[in-house]
């Protein structure tokens, strides 16, 4: 019965490749985060989605672009990946401003 | 800009004994904050909100205060366990409602036996 759940759990590829990472909440929540924690451990927000609609999107490339499809699925997908993407991605969900759920992180790892 | 601390990188102590992590922010009049605990490989999982007009929140051992004149909180577990061996994020809502987390950097806490 797991509440958030993030796609694959671990990633290698090669700098240039294109690859998306998949999210999805059964909390029935109406918001939907991702994050990037880097290897100083800061947990930075990245995007929001509330109902399907963009909310936040901080200083990020455009080459990351955030896809819902429906509340229940917030999928990121990353274009000519860099070496400086390398990160743990985590996905998370919230009702209103209610506290939030968060997923156990995708690692992305470029070679 | 805005910034979130939390005093120490890492906390080490004794089972039994009490661990006070701080968590200090600038620049900012949040309505509420939040304490999440972070696992190695696994995501954070909240732990307590304590709103602007709250002075303290309990759960369990857990012990939560907010000073809005300071801009502090700070957050205790009682009578700790190895168990309790983890980060510690403090985090605040500074989009303005817009329910984005700015986190602090996370306190480590180990608690020996």
């Known amino acids: 019965d797991t509440a958030v759940s993030q796609t694959p759990k671990y990633l290698v590829t090669q700098m240039g490749n294109d690859k998306s990472i998949k999210c999805e909440q059964n909390l029935g929540h109406d918001t939907m985060y991702w994050y990037k924690q880097d290897s100083k451990k800061f947990l930075k927000i990245m995007f929001s989605y509330n109902n399907k609609e963009l909310i936040i999107n901080e200083t990020v490339p455009n080459r990351f672009s955030p896809k819902s499809p429906d509340k229940a699925h917030l999928n990121l997908h990353i274009n000519s990946l860099e070496l400086g993407d390398s990160a743990v991605y985590f996905c998370a969900s919230s009702q209103g401003t209610q506290p939030q759920h968060f997923g156990d992180g995708t690692r992305l790892s470029i070679l | 800009s805005q910034k979130i601390e939390q005093n120490s990188e890492a906390l080490n102590i004794q089972e039994g004994k009490t661990a006070t992590l701080t968590c200090n922010y600038t620049n900012y009049s949040p309505a509420y904050l939040q304490w999440y605990r972070q696992d190695p490989g696994r995501g954070p999982v909240f732990l307590l909100l304590i709103r602007e007009n709250e002075k303290e929140k309990r759960k369990e051992r857990l012990k939560v205060t907010f000073d809005t004149t300071l801009k502090q909180s700070l957050f205790h577990i009682t009578a700790s366990q190895p168990a309790d061996s983890a980060t510690y994020l403090c985090?605040?809502?500074?989009?303005?409602?817009?329910?984005?987390?700015?986190f602090g950097s996370g306190t480590r806490l180990q608690v020996q036996p």
């Open positions: 985090a605040l809502d500074i989009s303005t409602g817009r329910r984005a987390l700015t």
